[in-house]
């Protein structure tokens, strides 16, 4: 999303309202794939004497990932608002600074990181998921040919307490 801010530069101070749609690329998270569907942006912005452009506003979205208990698909709702400041003829590959140069401020960096800021620690399917289901080795597998790869460690642990 891009933002036509010649109007702003020409007249400083004069607040400028903006509202549309950014999409985000699907993010790897701790090892998990998190897809974010497009996310909604609305705000204002202005100019300053030198140049540089203050945006602040607020962005909503969707997450989706797996649920951190049982795997299942789960969503977050993200909201967050955003106030930051795009420095005119700054390096655009610095981090931790919004850069701009000519007529136009892109969002896409601002919006994919106030994104991923909003997202849970923990995605869950719903919030009394159980995960899943605990099942004692000795017992036999509900379905044939299921294997349990902890039941070894369960038995030396019980061989080890007979001694």
Known sequence: ???????????????????????????????MIVRIDDCTVEGSFLSDEEGNISVRGKLRTIAHAPCANCLEDAIAEIENEFDEVFQRGGDPEDDEIFAYEGHEVSLDKLVMSYAVMALPIRFLCREDCPGFEYRDPDVAPAEPGIQYPFAGLQQLLENNEEV
């Open 1 to 31: 999303m891009k933002l036509d801010v010649s109007d702003a530069l020409a007249h400083p101070g004069q607040e400028i309202s903006f509202s549309g749609s950014q999409a985000i690329a699907d993010q790897e998270i701790s090892g």
